[in-house]
Every structure is written in structure tokens, then in C-alpha cells.
DNA sequence: GGTTGATTCCGCGAATATCGCAGCCGGCCG
DNA sequence: CGGCCGGCTGCGATATTCGCGGAATCAACC
């Protein structure tokens, strides 16, 4: 399904999603159309997407993470709902001291504390929501077989004092 | 220093990474020369980065979220050291009650047992590190943070219950 | 007013990349 | 054997990227 082949392109556009086709083929040893072929069967399949992804803290939003314990009400229902929020970015199921995991953006605090008491903790099940606010991420990527050195690049401050 | 047409040009890229500059430019009234100098500018602050993202379930890996309390250590110091690993995603600093965030990918149990016991925690300042280990990933929305009204959301991978 | 420097934008030509298609090749099966 | 299928390649037409120089704008300053 997913051969060797596969992986050496997802990897490539791991590091650089814009990387032409041409360049990973020839890297690799595969022609521009071949890999444009299986870049469209990935895709398509839904294995791999090429997006662009920010630094929500450089953008001057807030990222928080909410770890949520459910009682009285099935996972799946409680997990639907907060899906339905647009600033919830992730949702997902888990097994360990919380239930559910929850990655949320907000303009502000403002909207923050408008989301987690107005909306999140009063969805039916939600017994427990522990917040942690980012302050600063020291990583973000997605690489698999890790190359890419830090993404810190300190030097320009974005966001003015 | 980010400006509307930054933020528009982001949002594009967010949808489809691999969208070219100058079709971009037409849409938000810019050229392709100026849309690629800002997505330069842009991706050099480390603002955006177009990467290529992958389905964890569908290639069969294990996802797994850390909450770490530091303790003795600056918690900088103890981030740049869970960045180094590369099955580590994502590394932040957090207000709240844990110091740091980490989410990690893992090929299966015995590749994640290894990491955590051999390798996590025995990291110098790492006092306590709570797994949460995902069961089903709900909802991974790689749209800017939808609060922004945007139209419809393609490029959002909501799993049907 | 004029000058300088910094910033941002545009247009342009050359180099590249993408796209769709026709054709080739090896495996597979009746 | 002969036909078929999936995957690869080469190729020409079109589109995009890239690096440049130059124009417009703005602020600071003499």
C-alpha cells in the first residue's frame, strides 16, 4: 500500500513542502511524473497534505492545551462536541490520566476565558479541565526521521512590544 | 510587522501549501514577486513553515501526548533537550500545571516504552511526565484557528463518528 | 526644497517546474 | 501466447519560480 518509495517522498516534503517534484525524483531516483503520481495517490488517500503552519505565540494568539477527565457521559460524545468549536484545533481520545486531549487558539485571554467557562466547561460530561497555556514552542515539526535543526531562529522579533 | 496581506497569504497556504505564489497573488491583488518576498520574510521569522503533515493512524504510528513538571532545571534547558529527540513533534513551555508539552511519534509500544523510560526520563530536570497516549484522533484541523471567520474549512479532517 | 536610505512593490527575461498524454515494460492470468 | 493492468518514462506546451533592476513611497535630516 505504502511502499518504500512512498516514504522517502513524505519524508522530503516533511522537511520542505514546496520541494518540486522534480528535485525529490531526482533525489531519489523516480521521474517528476512519477512522483507527481504518487504525491496524488497520498493526497488522495488522505496519507500526507502539504499545508503551511504557523507559530500561534509569533501571531500574538493564545495556544492552550486542555486536558479534559469525562464523567457520566460517553467519550465520543463530549470529544463531537468540543470538535464542533472552531478555535479547537485537535481533539483526540486517550488513555491515561485524562480522557480527552484538546489543542484550542484564541485571540486573547478575553476569548479564552470566554471559551473554557462559557463553552467548554459547561458541555454535559466535562467533570474536569486542566489548562496549559504556551508560552514559548521550542519545536514544532513533523519530521519522522528528524533531521531539521531547531526552529528557534531567534533574532526577529514579529510581534511589537 | 505581520500585516493583513501576510495574513492572507498564510491562510492560503494553509489550505493547500503547494498553491503557487502568483495564483495567491492574484487572489489578494499582490504579485507573484512580492507574495514570494513576503512568504520569505514570513517563513524566515518563523512565522510559517509549508510542511508536509501526515495521517499517524494511517501509517500505523503511535501518538502520544507528554505533560512534564521540571524541577532543579531551567525548563528552557530541559525543552532543548526533548527537542533533540526526533520522535518528538512538538516541545512547548506552559503556565499551568505542568512546565512543558511534548507530543511524540512513535512506531509502536516497545519504541514508545523505550523512549519514555530510557530516554525521557532520564532527562536531567524531568521531575514527573504524564502520557497520554491517543486512542482516535477526533478532529486535526490544520486551518488557521477557524475564529477567524473563514469560509466552509477544506483542508479539515473531521472523522465521521 | 532636496537628498539619502530603507522599504515595498512591480515588470521582465531566463531557468525550472508542472501538467497531460502517449508509449514502454514487466508481471499476471486466462 | 496474447491481452491487460499498473507503474514508469519522455516529451512538448504551459505555468511558475527566481534574480534582477528600477519606480514609488515615506521618514529623517540638512
Given at each position: 500500500m505504502i511502499d518504500d518509495l512512498d516514504r522517502q517522498i513524505i519524508d522530503q516534503l516533511r522537511v520542505d513542502g514546496r520541494r518540486s517534484f522534480g528535485e525529490i525524483g531526482r533525489s531519489i531516483g523516480l521521474s517528476e511524473a512519477s512522483v507527481r503520481a504518487r504525491f496524488g495517490r497520498l493526497q488522495r488517500q488522505g496519507v500526507v497534505q502539504v499545508v503551511g503552519m504557523t507559530d500561534s505565540v509569533k501571531l500574538g494568539e493564545m495556544e492552550v492545551h486542555l486536558a479534559v477527565r469525562v464523567h457520566h457521559m460517553p467519550v465520543a460524545l463530549v470529544a463531537r462536541e468540543l470538535s464542533?468549536?472552531?478555535?479547537?484545533r485537535y481533539v483526540a481520545s486517550c488513555v491515561g490520566p485524562y480522557d480527552l486531549i484538546a489543542d484550542v487558539r484564541c485571540r486573547d485571554l478575553g476569548h479564552l476565558a470566554e471559551l473554557l467557562t462559557e463553552r467548554v466547561r459547561r458541555v454535559?460530561?466535562?467533570a474536569h479541565a486542566e489548562a496549559l497555556t504556551v508560552l514559548e514552542v521550542i519545536k514544532d515539526s513533523y519530521l519522522w526521521a528528524g533531521f531539521r535543526e531547531l526552529p528557534a531562529a531567534p533574532g526577529e522579533r514579529i510581534i511589537p512590544p
Open positions: 464542533r468549536m472552531p478555535e479547537v454535559n460530561g466535562v
